[in-house]
């Protein structure tokens, strides 16, 4: 499958595998189509889950992962783009429906975007909160002080 | 407000019927605090009368950040930390966790080690099966078998005591195996419970399965298709009451379950009723494995050689397992230090709240207290 997918796309994708397990690094720019054609064509019709890493110090500094998983085939893919911080990335609610709250945590914990997403909104912290905590220069000990002086009435904001 | 977005509209999913003329729409808010939300979660309802035309969760009140936590401990100090996600099944997340981190340094549990983990989880799904029937059965109205459970978990409960000191967040293994060699009489006493238990299975059923009331409040409830499970990708008990025969330990077995006699329950309607005798199934087949794993545990070591700082080299690996509640799973990238650089964890009960919607509509207000009670959430998982 995956040699049919080089063969198509070319230089975008690069198959990898670690510990046994297959993933492939797609460019950012073939994401809508390659999670399209995973879909309909290779039957991987099951979102496992959506989520992020940071790396401050890359260029482009995340890399956003698709865990994707295929009952007819019994198989596991990993997708895996880097994007630039403030990109966005388009939504896959429409080819998965279970990715809505999948993407949102994303963005509430990363500040990732997904365009085309029915509701674009926090889902673990509160709607009002500043920062996005598990990027790398959100600190363990950090948190929204004004938020919590506001909401909670915690005078020290901690 | 939920609208019925454009992306629900590939699913197998009745539209609502149109309001009457003189209908007023409702919304009101049930929780955060409530007595049936198992928890502290909100739900946004709006209703025409008593009919539910759609909802909204409101989750994360309780947030505690464990993913950012683990980045900054050590793959032995972040340990403890999974068993307080789904605090009534700890000894399945940390079989996850430990797996995983065991793929990443590529070493593996030893036999007699693997064996004693599948007792303790399989016990632990037990323990949380009779936790959710007591639960659920007492939000529907019916009070006994809450006593009948609890008494039962019990015994459980002492048998982890006994092995390693806790009794609900136990953190009973250790990345390579386990920490404490079983007690004296183990074998016995599990044997003991199993023989214990088996009948109190029936006693549940009896008070239940033909249960007029029982079956009024969940045949028909909460109904969802198999295309619809996976559309959300909902897993678990709740996607096997849908009709997909699909459980991780048949599929993609991990630790060693392949060595074990088992069968996977399903389900045809995907309604309430359906899930709760999947479930009760899913105790008998636990009860199976439990008396096939006890009766060859097999003698050696119980921890393969692992260094006492871990290092795991550079990667990432994702590994699942099939907790009580579905397919929990952990994404964790290593960076060759002694600490994560990323924990992911992908958590059953947040993944499944999300079709509460879809299953809720065109039911009543009452029904939602039964569709919350039959998903099986913890929000302890569910906001991590």
């Known amino acids: 499958m995956v040699a049919k997918l080089k063969g198509n796309y070319g230089s975008g994708i690069e198959p990898l595998t670690y510990a046994g397990q297959n993933y492939m690094v797609v460019d950012r720019s073939l994401i809508p189509e390659i999670l399209q054609v995973l879909r309909n064509e290779e039957e991987f019709d099951y979102c496992v889950d959506i989520t992020a890493v940071h790396y401050p110090a890359r260029e482009k500094q995340f890399d956003v992962v698709w865990v994707l998983y295929s009952h007819a085939r019994n198989e596991r893919i990993r997708v895996k783009t880097q994007i630039a911080d403030g990109a966005s990335l388009p939504s896959s609610v429409p080819i998965w429906t279970g990715a809505n709250w999948l993407e949102r945590e ?5 500040g990732i975007k997904f365009d085309g997403h029915p509701d674009m909104k926090r889902i673990l912290l509160p709607d009002g909160w500043k920062g996005h905590p598990l990027r790398k220069d959100y600190g363990i ?15 020290s904001g901690q | 407000m939920t609208e019925q977005n454009s992306s629900l509209s590939h699913l197998d999913l009745e539209t609502p019927e149109k309001p009457f003329l003189d209908a007023n729409e409702l919304v009101i808010n049930m929780g955060p605090q409530h007595p049936a939300t198992h928890g502290v979660l909100r739900v946004i309802l709006r209703l025409d009368g008593e009919k539910v035309l759609g909802l909204e969760c409101v989750i994360g009140y309780l947030h505690r950040g464990v993913e950012k936590i683990g980045e900054h401990r050590t793959y032995t100090m972040f340990n403890p930390y999974v068993d307080r996600m789904d605090y009534v099944a700890a000894v399945s997340n940390g079989l996850g966790y430990c797996e995983t981190v065991e793929k990443l340094l590529n070493v593996e549990a030893p036999p007699r080690a693997q064996h004693v983990r599948v007792i303790l989880t399989e016990l632990n799904r037990i323990a949380s099966h009779q936790l959710w029937l007591g639960t659920h059965a007492l939000d529907i109205g019916a009070i006994t078998p809450l006593f009948y459970t609890f008494r039962d978990r019990e015994e459980i409960l002492k048998i982890y005591e006994k092995y390693c000191g806790a009794r609900l967040t136990t953190h009973a293994f250790r990345i390579g195996g386990l920490q404490y060699e079983t007690y004296s009489g183990f074998e016995k006493e599990v ?4 023989a214990f238990f088996r009948p109190k299975i029936d006693e549940y059923e009896e008070l239940l399965t033909t249960n007029r009331i029982w079956v009024e409040r969940t045949k028909n409830v909460g109904i969802i298709s198999a295309k619809d499970c996976i559309a959300f990708g909902v897993t678990g008990p709740v996607l096997r009451a849908s009709g997909v025969k699909w459980d991780l330990r048949k599929a993609q077995p991990y630790a060693n379950y392949k060595n074990f006699d088992f069968d996977i329950p399903i389900g045809e309607n995907g309604d309430t009723y359906d899930r709760y005798l999947v479930r009760m199934a899913e105790m008998r087949q636990s009860v199976r494995i439990v008396e096939q794993a006890v009766g060859a545990l097999p003698e050696g070591p119980i921890m393969a050689k692992v260094p006492k700082v871990m290092k795991p080299p550079a990667g990432e690996v994702y590994h699942s397992i099939e907790a009580p509640k579905g397919e929990l799973g952990y994404f964790i990238v290593s960076d060759g230090s002694t600490q994560p650089y990323r924990v992911r964890v992908r958590p059953p009960s947040f993944v499944n709240l999300q079709a509460l919607d879809v299953m809720c509509r065109g039911q009543l207000v009452a029904d939602v207290i ?6 099986d959430i913890v929000l302890g998982e569910v906001d991590r």
């Open chain 1, 106 to 110: 994303v963005f509430d914990m990363f």
């Open chain 1, 141 to 155: 000990l950090q948190q929204d002080n004004e938020w919590v002086q506001i909401n909670l009435g915690i005078e």
């Open chain 2, 191 to 194: 044997k003991n419970f199993l």
């Open chain 2, 370 to 375: 039964a569709v919350i009670g039959t998903l």
